[in-house]
């Protein structure tokens, strides 16, 4: 069965974003760049949120011949070019991004079916309130946390309104140059 892996940035206080909307904290070097593109192997489909969603298409596929782009951004571009992308909104009317699928409602129905489908897993990138609503609903298989060594004191919680305790096991943990620390849990079965 394919798996949804869940991958973002957080500050130490468990923030994914400043009050106001601020991310100019994330520490993204060539280790931490690698480690997410790390998943092109592992996966062939992008999930997003309606706001992520609207903000990778616009943005990536002009990096596919950006001569200027960054050869790792252009390995993304071509990745994201090939895979299956999911926008998961209830405001959208339609998607034009080539390989889009539009999920307006029922998240737990679609993506069990999605899940059962043959092919690699699924990439949920970003998309913060799609991710809170995915984990209300027990559909994400691995949690990757690129914890950057700072604490804004306020902010939008990663795990903010979650409705019930969420136990986690610890797969994999990896320091970066920079001090970022990138954690891999799954879900622990009760």
């Known amino acids: 069965m394919r798996k949804i892996i869940f991958l973002i940035h957080v500050t130490l206080d468990g923030f ?3 009050p106001n909307g601020e991310m100019d904290w994330i520490v993204y070097n060539n280790e931490v760049a690698q480690y997410s593109y790390d998943l092109h192997d592992t996966t062939d489909t992008a999930i997003y949120g309606r706001t992520t969603y609207e903000m990778m ?3 990536w596929p002009t990096m596919l011949e950006d001569p200027n782009g960054d050869p790792r951004d252009r390995t993304h571009a071509h990745w994201l070019e090939g895979a299956t992308k999911i926008a998961v909104s209830s ?3 339609s998607v ?5 699928i539009l999920i307006r409602d029922n998240l737990a129905e679609e993506f069990t079916k999605l899940k059962q489908q043959q092919g690699k897993d699924m990439w949920l990138l970003g998309s913060p309130t799609l991710a809170r609503s995915m984990m209300q609903l027990n559909l994400i298989d691995e949690y990757r946390l690129n914890v950057n060594p700072v604490v804004l004191g306020s902010g939008k919680p990663l795990f903010g309104e979650l409705k019930h305790q969420m136990n986690l096991k610890l797969i994999e943990a990896k320091t970066f140059e920079g ?5 891999r849990y799954e879900p622990q079965s009760e």
């Open 91 to 93: 405001t959208l009317e």
């Open 16 to 18: 994914i974003a400043g």
């Open 96 to 100: 034009d991004w080539e390989n889009t």
């Open 57 to 59: 298409a616009a943005y």
């Open 179 to 183: 001090g970022v620390v990138a954690l």
